[in-house]
């Protein structure tokens, strides 16, 4: 498949930098609803509305565009890890995000086909749930659990918008969960991942700190993405998860492999690939 043409996205949410300003004068957190709000605001703003997927292991919430049609092609942005620390020593009680950069990708991409939003499990949940314990967004992010939940939510947004293929778009360890996902479906025509923990052994090996005991590793599944187009965008200044890890996982395929790394001067892990997006672009089919 052809790589195509580079749509430019376009991008301006006075309300999200409103939102830092505050947060970053502010001692105390945003609370687990002050921060669902801000994303529902967000979608609301842009005609979007909220939709909640039950699986077999966790509610997951997503936000598709409220007037839809089916399509061919649908393309599912998955959130990164969230507030899933608060320090280096000390988990979040909420991994719900600060900043929802994948939701703003999502919305800011203008496409001919159908769109959707998909957050991780316990991201922008407000109620006890007994199955969102800290390990899933700590140790088991990507577990077992994690990659079956979301593949059946991608199943239901698939049926929901009628579409026959599926483009995948990770952030962060969003592209970890995309990755993985699209390793065990026959329906991913595409896997863009911006910001991705491609390989979470040689991340660890990286900083230095202990394996992710109860997840998955995206390495470990290459034999399932043969056939798959891969597009991997790179902070330039990215020192979470820095070039070696895409480039390493680049060498787990054969050359031929249609597979792209692209460097984003400026960009780091965080800042600032919603504002980027005009420039970064996502592939059209």
């Known amino acids: 498949m052809g790589i195509g043409q580079v749509k430019q996205l376009v991008m301006t949410i006075p309300v999200m930098v409103i939102f830092i300003v505050l947060i970053t004068g502010c001692t105390h957190l945003p609370s687990a609803q002050q921060r669902l709000d801000l994303a529902s605001k967000l979608a609301e703003d842009a005609g979007w509305k909220a939709e909640t997927i039950n699986t077999a292991h966790f509610e997951l919430q997503a936000f598709m565009p409220e007037q839809r049609s089916e399509q061919a092609l649908l393309s599912v942005f998955i959130e990164g890890d969230g507030l899933a620390w608060i320090s280096r020593t000390q988990p979040s009680s909420n991994p719900t995000p600060l900043n929802p950069v994948s939701l703003q990708l999502a919305l800011a991409y203008e496409q001919d086909h159908a769109v959707a939003y998909l957050a991780r499990p316990c991201q922008f949940a407000l109620q006890d749930d007994d199955r ?7 140790s088991h992010r990507f577990s077992e659990e994690v990659i079956a939940a979301t593949d059946e939510a991608i199943t239901a947004l698939k049926a929901k918008t009628g579409a026959a293929e599926i483009q995948l778009v990770g952030y962060s360890g969003g592209g970890a969960v995309a990755t993985l996902v699209a390793s065990r479906r ?6 863009v991942t911006i910001a991705g923990n491609l390989d979470t052994a040689a991340w660890a090996d990286w900083h230095r ?6 997840s998955l590793n995206p390495a470990d ?14 902070g330039e200044q990215d020192r979470v998860v820095p070039m070696q890890i895409a480039a390493g996982f680049r060498l787990l395929f054969p050359q031929t492999a249609d597979i792209q790394i692209i460097t984003v001067p400026d960009a780091d892990h965080s800042c600032c690939w919603q504002q980027l997006g005009g420039r970064i672009g996502l592939i059209e089919q």
């Not at 969102?132 to 700590?138: D, I, P, R, S, V």
């Not at 026959?186 to 896997?191: A, C, E, G, K, S």
């Not at 700190?209 to 109860?214: A, E, R, T, V």
Request: net charge negative; glycine share 10%.
């Open 221 to 234: 599944a290459v034999s399932g993405l043969e056939g798959i187009q891969q597009i991997h965008f790179v």
């Open 209 to 214: 700190i202990s394996p992710l005991s109860g």
């Open 186 to 191: 026959d329906d991913v025509i595409r896997l």
């Open 132 to 138: 969102c314990t800290q390990k899933y967004w700590t």
